[in-house]
């Protein structure tokens, strides 16, 4: 054999040993330990954390090939901790390291502290799958690097009991109608609105009617909505309470002061909702009376008129007559007049339903 050609055999030898495990079952493990595939973590912002602070972490996973699959991830529950998955689908993204293209998948979650003091957010379980070359697509499990990280209350917040840490933070109020010159009966909507950013609407506050007699209160169940613009999210929580004003007087309702934690700035603001005046005069004033309409039916019409004519009918029969016949004829005959007229305006039904038997007597 020539030196060439054991020179090849050599080279195909070491490419074999060198590939081997690759080509016979490669895990997903030693496609990460072969430097194909990484996986890391990262938390924003790391210091400066208070209790309902926005924490996001971040798992990136790349690899030099390409991802077969979608990617699971596996969400821990801490004490303390709200962790979610807001965001359903990863941001892809490609880049060049050490001269060679990768392929990443950057996953965010929130983290919302309940509390002050130390967390660790463990190893997260993610299921991945990706093309490792002559081995085709393998699929397994990792784990992303660990997280800790501490919540303080600050000096400027331990004066406040509740508050809403986020960048920027809203309260407003609105009614459906003007409250000058209400009587009672009335009736009036008030809204009021808070909106948040990086915050989800069911930590943002409640408002609640406060009971005052003479005004009655009526709120609706809350609304609350969550929504994500380029990575950017907002909450709102919208609270509609229906009153009516049910004797004259004088009604307030009072301020209400908020407490927003400025993300941006580390400094504590208060925002007040104004207080605003119902002044009620007294009841509404009756509209006049209508004299009520006797309706009378077409029939009543016709009876009516059957009587006028034969009440004429019978003056003027009586008048030529009654010179022409003797006083008895023309008073039986009278008589006989003033029995037909009555039949006509004796009522169409019996006054019993059987008239010829006792029962109902």
Known sequence: MSAAVRGLWFCLLAWTLAFSPLCAGTSLREWQD???LQVDSALSPRTGIVPGQRVVLTLEIAT?????GGTRISIPE???????QTEQFASNASETR????????????DVFPQRAGDFTIGRLPLKVQVNAGEAGNIAGELHSPPQQFRVTVPESLAQAEHWVAAPAFSVSQSFDRSLEGLV???AFEHEVRFEATDVLAMMLPGYDAEPQDGLGAYPSPPKLDNSNNRGQSLASRSVRISYVVEQPGHYRLPARDYYWWNTNTGKLALLTLPETRIDVAGSAAAAPATPARIAITPRQWLLAGAGLALMIAGTLLARYLLPRLPVARWRGQLSALLHRLRGLFRPALATRLNPGSSSGE
């Open 98 to 109: 050490n001269g060679d293209s990768w392929v990443v998948q950057r996953w965010t979650l």
């Open 34 to 36: 072969a430097g194909h």
């Open 64 to 68: 030099d090939t390409w991802f077969t």
């Open 78 to 84: 801490v004490p303390g901790l709200v962790i979610l």
């Open 184 to 186: 009672v009966g009335d």
